[in-house]
């Protein structure tokens, strides 16, 4: 469908759309900055890189945040082990 043909109201709620993942974004590399810096302190006091109460912790509180706010508990549930698994990653890099 060309733009000339897709209502002025779609393109706007697109746009919007498209301001949002770039918010997302730049959240995800301030967020991942940040771990970097965790990272970097438990490789230098040689603490795990993974703490695992702290993570089923945090899920739990995610997927309660979730429900809060009308969304999936069991999409952000598989989103944030996805972002987890990525800082964990990025983690044992430093201990290299």
Known sequence: ???STVPEELLSLRQQIDTLDDEILNLLARRFQVTAEVGKLKAS????SVDEARERQKLEELQE???S???NP???LHL????FAEVVNNHQSYRQ
């Open 1 to 3: 469908m060309p733009n």
């Open 74 to 76: 069991e999409f952000i």
């Open 45 to 48: 006091k040689k603490l795990d």
């Open 69 to 71: 706010k009308d969304l």
């Open 80 to 83: 944030f082990q996805m972002i």
């Open 65 to 67: 945040q979730a429900r």
